[in-house]
């Protein structure tokens, strides 16, 4: 069996008094209170208050304009959703997960900062514009005062009145530069259609969320599955797969898991550098490994997704994806590598932590995913971690566990099963016996599943538990015997 993508959520922050409110809006403004599961419709008849959680975004051609008890303003722009999490007497804190924002914050005011998957800008005084684009990538324009802006890595500097600098996801923020840019009017969007998917992936986690997104997806999916099978643990489980298109050079695989006490969910978004052929097999053939000399037309860029049990999430994140050419005489071919992919998990406690994407343990650089080859790799606690690794049914069975605790003690563990829908698990040589009965390839393949169960110090004692299907992932070209 070859290449399976393990199968994220881009939070704001938390906490809040009552004085911030929506002054004026323009077109089709949305609002999500904390703790509710549906997003309502705002309209510009009243000044609504802004509370601790609560989520806003805007649609193409849209605007809001946010007032603070303090004089502070801010201005969102289409195509724009954040999460403001922080407003009281010390501090705003605004979390942004895509789109750009301006803030007037008043002089000698209360610290006012805004957070991005891969930025913090922290002010006192001050007129600057904060944008995150789909990639995860940030930029801050300063038009008066100075504002200190920091990366993930922990790097940090003054960008003053007239500079700008950007902030690339998982990378290292770039110098102040002259801004060649006058302020904008924040009339229009930053994003699109690939920016919008991206962010859901990593915004919507509550089971309310990523059902009705489903409910509505299902209507147009491209390939969908639909069973009933035992896991591993005995368990009854209804799996629900489909994939759908968000953009033309993009495709996203759901699967969702119910069983009578819980509900788990993974997504994953591909993102391709051209529009995808009719048939996705045609892009996913070649996109981990291409024979040959010549380069695949359809390259996979970036890859962003989520597994959840609603409470809990474990996000994958990667950029700068391409296909670089090995150079052999023997075996020449092209193989995926991706500039920057990171790996976070979070809990409760870290679900606003770098952005909303958790807890980051492991961050390579020109990571070359067949060769499992990278220039570097910084870890959680600036070290290795230990790993245990075993194959608890026997090294003959398709069921493996692997634990990795890092440096400050923080600790997560992957248990991984290949099994019929039966619950039996598959051991090697039953494919061959499977054939020499008269089955054939696909028929075998169309009765097995996966199973992937995270545990962690951080998910206080829950796992999250995601069954997915051999079948659908054969249809999509994303697993081949």
């Not at 969910?265 to 996109?287: H, R, V, W």
């Not at 994806?321 to 500039?339: E, H, I, K, Q, W």
């Not at 961050?363 to 499992?372: F, G, I, M, Q, R």
């Not at 997560?412 to 698990?425: K, R, S, T, W």
Request: net charge negative.
């Amino acid at each position: 069996m070859r290449y399976l993508f393990s199968l994220i959520l881009l939070a704001g922050l938390s906490v809040f008094s009552g004085a911030a409110y929506v002054n004026s809006l323009q077109g089709d403004v949305d609002l999500k209170k904390a703790g509710a599961s549906e997003w309502v419709r705002l309209t510009g008849a009243d000044k609504t208050p802004l509370g601790a959680g609560d989520e806003m975004r805007t649609a193409r051609a849209s605007t809001a304009e946010i007032y603070m008890d303090d004089g502070s303003k801010v201005k969102v722009a289409p195509l724009t959703a954040f999460k403001l999490s922080t407003e009281n007497k010390e501090a705003v804190s605004l979390g942004l997960y895509f789109g750009r924002v301006r803030s007037w914050v008043k002089k000698f005011s209360r610290k006012f900062e805004v957070r991005t998957p891969s930025a913090v800008c922290a002010v006192r005084g001050t007129d600057f514009m904060v944008s995150a684009d789909g990639d995860g990538n940030s930029r801050v324009e300063v038009y008066e005062g100075t504002v200190l802006t920091g990366d993930s890595k922990g790097n940090s500097g003054l960008v003053r009145e007239g500079q700008f600098s950007e902030i690339p996801n998982g990378g290292k923020m770039k110098d102040p530069g002259q801004n060649p840019n006058e302020p904008g009017d924040m009339n229009s969007s930053l994003g699109d259609a690939r920016q919008l998917a991206r962010a859901e992936i990593y915004s919507e986690i509550s089971k309310e969320d990523v059902l009705a997104r489903a409910q509505e997806e299902m209507q147009s999916a491209e390939y969908q599955n639909r069973k009933v099978a035992i896991d591993a643990f005995g368990n009854r489980v209804r799996m629900e797969e489909y994939t759908i298109r968000p953009a033309a050079d993009q495709f996203k695989y759901v699967v969702l898991n119910t069983r009578a006490d819980r509900f788990d969910f993974g997504k994953i978004l591909f993102t391709f550098n051209a529009a995808l052929p009719a048939d996705l097999s045609q892009a996913t053939l070649n996109m981990i490994s291409s024979p040959g000399s010549t380069a695949p037309q359809w390259q996979l860029v970036a890859m962003n997704s989520v597994m959840s049990n609603t409470t809990d999430k474990v996000t994958e994140d990667a950029s700068g994806g391409g296909m670089a050419y090995n150079g052999s005489l023997t075996d020449p071919r092209y193989n995926l590598v991706f500039g920057n992919y990171s790996f976070y998990a979070a809990g409760p406690a870290e679900a606003n932590d770098n952005g909303g994407l958790g807890k980051l343990f492991w961050t390579k650089t020109n990571y070359n995913v067949p060769a499992n080859h990278y220039d570097s790799i910084s870890f959680l606690g600036s070290a290795a971690p230990l790993i245990d690794a075993s194959s608890p049914s026997g090294a003959d069975v398709f069921h493996t566990f692997a634990k990795n605790t890092y440096n400050d003690g923080t600790w997560i563990a992957a248990e991984d099963f290949v099994l019929f829908n039966n619950g039996d698990l598959l051991a090697a040589g039953e494919f061959s016996q499977g054939l020499g009965n008269g089955n054939t390839v696909d028929e075998i393949t169309d009765k097995l599943n996966f199973q992937r169960v995270y545990t962690s110090s951080l998910f206080g004692g829950r796992t999250i538990d995601v069954m997915y299907s051999a079948k659908l992932l054969k249809e999509i070209g994303l697993l081949r015997f």
